[in-house]
Structure formats: C-alpha cells, structure tokens
C-alpha cells in the first residue's frame, strides 16, 4: 500500500475506532460535563487532563507509525512488515493502552464512575481480541518476527528501555 494511501486509511480509522470509544461513548456517558467543585476536585480534574494527553500521544503515534510502514492498524489493511518503532518498542499494545488512559483520564475529569466502568469494559473487549484475533493473527502473518517481538516487549505493561530489534 502506498503511504499516502496508509495515511488516508489511518486517519479514517482513527476517526472511527478511537473516535467512537474515546469520543462518542464518553460524550454519550457525559455530556462532557465538568462539573465545579474546590480545589481538590481542580487537582483531580488536572490529572485526568495528564492522563488524557499521555493517552493521546501513543495512540496519536502509532496510528503514523503504521502509515508510515504502508499499512493501517485495521486489520483488514496491515503493513508489510510488523510495526516495532516509537511506543510499539515499549508496550506491543500502545494504542489500546492509550485508550484506557484517555478514558480514565476523561473519568477523573468528569468525576464519572460510569467511565470507570467503560474503561474496564474497554480493557475486557482489548483483551480478549488481543489474545483471542490479534496476536494469533500477528503470529501467522508475521511468524519468527513477531514471535521474537513478543518474548521481549510486554503486552499491557511498558518496559523500562525500548526494545531494539
């Protein structure tokens, strides 16, 4: 695929995928309703702020990364080769770890309980497509490159140095 095609595809995928669950759904739980509370709500509410860029980065990142190698995240649409660059060197699920954060962060922000409870359902529905599609999946199409990924970079949580293939 050619990058500006991967480009094109990446946006549009992101747009929907991350868009739904780190958007629509919040918004429909929320009405992304801050509500005003003291001080320590504030410091709480700048937190969640924290949390909901430190999500957007990787996700942000990788989504490039995978337009840049000539593919998407969409499974219908991969790159040639298995992404390993930027946060993909730390954590194999950068994406979907960035959405927990976003979400959390979106839950601290809008003093919502029911965030937390989509956050955890969120990380139940990643989970289980990881191990149950994706890395079957990952490990078929990118046999010995992905096996060596795999017993070197964690799935959920990040490692102290990035790994280098």
């Given at each position: 695929m050619r990058r500006s095609a991967a480009a094109i595809g990446s946006a549009a995928f992101f747009v929907v995928a991350p868009g739904t669950v780190v958007g629509l759904v919040p918004?429909?739980?929320?009405?992304?309703a801050v509500p005003g509370c003291?001080?320590?709500?504030?410091?709480?509410q700048v937190l969640g702020v924290l949390?909901?860029?430190a999500g957007l980065v990787p996700l942000m990142h990788a989504f490039t990364q995978f337009a840049k190698a000539g593919g998407t995240p969409m499974p219908l649409a991969p790159p040639e080769?298995?992404?390993?660059?930027g946060f993909?060197?730390?954590?194999?699920n950068p994406m979907y770890v960035g959405l927990l954060l976003v979400i959390i962060g979106?839950?601290?922000?809008?003093?919502?309980?029911?965030?937390?409870?989509?956050?955890?359902?969120?990380?139940?529905?990643?989970?289980?497509?990881?191990?149950?599609?994706?890395e079957p999946t990952l490990a078929r199409q990118y046999e010995s490159e992905y096996e060596a990924y795999r017993r070197n970079v964690r799935a959920w949580?990040?490692?102290?140095?990035?790994w280098t293939p």
């Open positions: 918004w429909l739980i929320t009405g992304w003291g001080a320590a709500w504030r410091a709480v949390l909901i860029v080769h298995l992404v390993v660059t993909n060197r730390y954590v194999r979106q839950a601290l922000l809008f003093g919502s309980l029911s965030l937390v409870l989509y956050a955890a359902l969120v990380w139940i529905a990643t989970a289980s497509f990881v191990h149950w599609y994706e949580l990040p490692r102290p140095r990035p």
